[in-house]
């Protein structure tokens, strides 16, 4: 169970703006200032969220080559195309089910599977 000991930390606006300016810097990571403060990096998230800092939060860049860019939209592609196949042959499956039941009650017998069988389907 978490007890912090009735401690509650609050920080000030200057110390808030202090702790992002050095991190704008680029002369801390946020491990780095947090470890010097005693500050959790989410609590500097958060504080980067507060004041529209977006500049320092972390950013993910993918770096794709052409040929990876290709290929991925030919799988992708590949995907549409086998889902509309897979969705082709599940229709043709209910209406040629349909077609047999229709098939065996106008025929006179008893249910699909007797069809089938005289059929030899």
Known sequence: MYNNNG???RYSEGFKLKILAELST???SKKQ?????????????EWIKKYDRKDLMNTRILVETKDETT???????EIKQ?????IKKDLD???LDSYLE????????????ELKK???I
Do not use: F
């Open 26 to 28: 680029g002369n801390y």
């Open 7 to 9: 401690i509650v930390k």
């Open 118 to 120: 005289n059929l030899n």
């Open 33 to 45: 200032l947090g470890d010097i403060y005693g500050i959790h990096r989410s609590t500097i998230n």
């Open 82 to 86: 086998l889902k509309e196949l897979l």
């Open 102 to 113: 229709v098939a065996a009650e106008q025929l006179g017998y008893k249910n699909v599977e």
């Open 71 to 77: 290929r991925i939209k030919a799988l992708q592609n």
């Open 93 to 95: 499956k209910l209406v």
